[in-house]
C-alpha cells in the first residue's frame, strides 16, 4: 500500500466516524425530547402513539442540529 492509499483509506474511515458521531448527536436530541413529548402528549403504550412520538423527537432533533449547523 503507498501513500495515496493509505490516505485515501484514512479519509474513508474519518469519514465514516464523522458520520457515526452525527447520528449519535441526532440520536442524544431525540433521546432528550422523548420525554417531554411523552409527558405533553400522553401518548399511552400503544405501538402507534410511540412511533408517532419518536417520528416528533427525531423531526426535533432534525432542527437541533440545523441550528447547530451540522448536517444531519
Sequence with gaps: MNDIEWLEARIR?????LRL???TLRDQFAMAALPGILA???VG???AG????LQMAYAY????????????
Excluded: W
Design 61 to 72: 432533533a432534525a432542527v437541533a442540529l440545523e441550528v447547530r449547523e451540522c448536517p444531519v
Design 21 to 23: 458521531a452525527q447520528q
Design 45 to 47: 403504550n400503544d405501538k
Design 40 to 42: 405533553y402528549h400522553g
Design 50 to 53: 410511540l412511533d408517532a412520538a
Design 13 to 17: 474511515t474519518l469519514e465514516k466516524d
